[in-house]
């Protein structure tokens, strides 16, 4: 049956007390594409995001590399109030991993406030790049502090997994909505990550949604592209191939055209309204172009249908053909293979600062030592990792933060986690690297929660499998786990 004519405005939902954003969120993102050819008028894209406002979308995504996109926000922020409307920012502060000092998290804050005119930002969201630099906790704090101080309105993290999610929250940190790469091509967060964040009260903010846009009626049955000209779908090219290539892809679009046609919508209302559905997601992230393409009408229709049994199953007997995208939810940014617009950006992270530096021990020959800053290394008098030859050895480590701060009191799998992390820096510092461990020992306050610190140790070596022993032990201090690694660099 036709869907009947749609809603007058999208839905929306609130994320937390006096802060709604529509279920269909602009994304701004390809504003800086847009830059690559001439610079944006920022006034007349400011009166193209208006008309936006006014049908409804009012929310709007952006970060602190996507060009122009929060001075334009800033302009139409500036202009929408005369109208008796006002835009809801959401913006990104992706920070070079690094000391998280309060000066640093600051100045990045207020550049943001003062690109968007705003003393106050609805939700400011927090892009690590590597979580072996545990900075990010510090950053995370600071946040807190702001928000408590009124310059944020609430706090949210981009491409973090579940592991490292369940991390901030266990640790006390207000994390209220959380944006990954969804789509029918990408759905690893329809896994762990979704009902996670269902049953604790964390938004999914998803995109990726369209991937780029080839989840539409203009790519059915068409040549697979031999040149691509926008990042965009550049990036999301590289998802279509590690899904199972431009076939299967094809036959997708196929699939998603016979619903289409069923209700009387679009192929991209159909891949929309499937990532709306998935247990999590509470808003979907679109990408616009300003004074350009515009697809508010259509989007609109997202909300006057439902998919039925049969389109889901229909939709299922394809995707369960596709290749799983590898990793987790934000993997493709950290580690190979590199699903971005830019490909490989193994030259990136190589670049970024370690969390620990490698010295050389006096008088032995060529030993490597690193020190993770406890205080205890100097009173007890060892290190927290050592290299001879082309072996690492890293000592018994806890999920102790700097000099002293506890991670998630009582809770196994927050601190397994952090460990590993720790562990993981450790063997970077010395040129080794958690693919090089070939045993690990896991001592545990309680054996009973040995499952939880198995799975999170699984769920960083299932491909490594190195040897493993898992035993009780009476912890010093109120650590729930301990761990140790060797590795065999090749």
Same mark, same amino acid.
């Given at each position: 049956m036709p869907a009947e004519r749609g809603p007058a405005r999208p839905e929306r /939902?609130?994320?937390?007390? %006096?802060?709604?954003?529509?279920?269909?969120? &602009?994304?701004l993102w390809q504003v800086a594409d847009m830059e690559r050819g001439a610079p944006v008028d920022l006034d007349a894209a400011a009166r193209a995001l208006a008309a936006y406002v006014a049908d409804g979308f009012d929310t709007f995504d952006m970060a602190d590399h996507y060009g122009s996109a929060e001075l334009i926000v800033g302009r139409l922020m500036a202009i929408a109030p005369a109208a008796g409307q006002r835009p809801t920012a959401l913006t990104k502060w992706c920070p070079t991993p690094g000391p998280m000092t309060a000066d640093v998290v600051r100045t990045g804050i207020a550049a943001r406030q003062e690109r968007l005119g705003t003393a106050r930002i609805d939700l400011l969201q927090l892009h690590w790049w590597t979580f072996e630099h545990p900075a990010y906790l510090d950053a995370m704090k600071e946040l807190t502090r702001l928000r408590a101080e009124g310059a944020i309105g609430e706090i949210g993290v981009t491409n973090f997994d579940t592991n490292h999610l369940r991390l901030l929250l266990k640790?006390?940190?207000?994390?209220? &909505?959380?944006?990954?790469?969804?789509?029918?091509?990408?759905?690893?967060?329809? +896994?762990?990550? %979704?009902?996670?964040?269902?049953a604790h009260g964390v938004h999914l903010?998803? @995109?990726? &949604?369209l991937a780029g846009g080839f989840l539409s009626e203009r790519w059915l049955d068409q040549p697979e592209p031999l040149r691509i000209g926008d990042w965009s779908k550049m990036k999301y090219k590289r998802f279509i191939d590690a899904a199972g290539g431009w076939e299967l892809f094809q036959e997708l679009l196929r699939t998603l055209?016979?619903?289409?046609?069923r209700h009387g919508v679009s192929i991209a209302n159909v891949a929309t309204r499937w990532v709306l559905d998935q247990p999590g997601v509470t808003a979907v992230i679109v990408g616009a172009r300003p004074g350009e393409r515009e697809h508010r009408a259509d989007n609109l229709r997202v909300f006057a249908f439902a998919l039925d049994d049969a389109d889901r199953a229909a939709i299922a007997a394809v995707t369960a053909r596709m290749r799983r995208?590898? !990793?987790?939810? !934000?993997? +493709? @940014?950290? /580690?190979p293979p590199f699903l971005t617009a830019a490909g490989d950006l193994s030259d990136h992270l190589d670049a970024l600062p370690r969390a620990f530096q490698a010295q050389p021990a006096p008088h032995r020959g060529g030993r490597q030592l690193v020190g993770?800053?406890?205080?205890w290394e100097g009173i007890g008098g060892y290190s927290r990792a050592v290299r001879v030859g082309d072996r690492i050895m890293v000592s018994g480590t806890t999920a102790t933060h700097g000099a002293g701060e506890l991670v998630c009191p009582g809770d196994v799998a927050g601190q397994t986690v952090y460990i590993l992390d720790k562990i993981a820096a450790a063997l970077g510092a010395l040129g080794g690297s958690l693919e090089d461990v070939v045993r690990t020992r896991i001592y545990l306050r309680d054996v009973g929660q040995w499952e939880a610190a198995a799975r999170v140790h699984g769920s960083y070596f299932a491909e490594v499998r190195p040897a493993n022993t898992l035993v009780q032990a009476?912890?010093?201090?109120?650590y729930e786990v301990e761990i140790e690694a060797e590795a065999v660099v090749a």
């Open positions: /939902r609130e994320i937390a007390p %006096g802060l709604s954003l529509s279920r269909i969120i &602009t994304g640790h006390g940190f207000p994390v209220v &909505t959380n944006q990954v790469c969804v789509s029918l091509l990408d759905r690893r967060a329809c +896994e762990a990550l %979704g009902p996670f964040c269902a903010l998803a @995109y990726g &949604t055209a016979g619903i289409a046609r995208i590898p !990793g987790d939810c !934000g993997d +493709e @940014y950290r /580690r993770s800053g406890s205080v009476a912890l010093v201090g109120d």
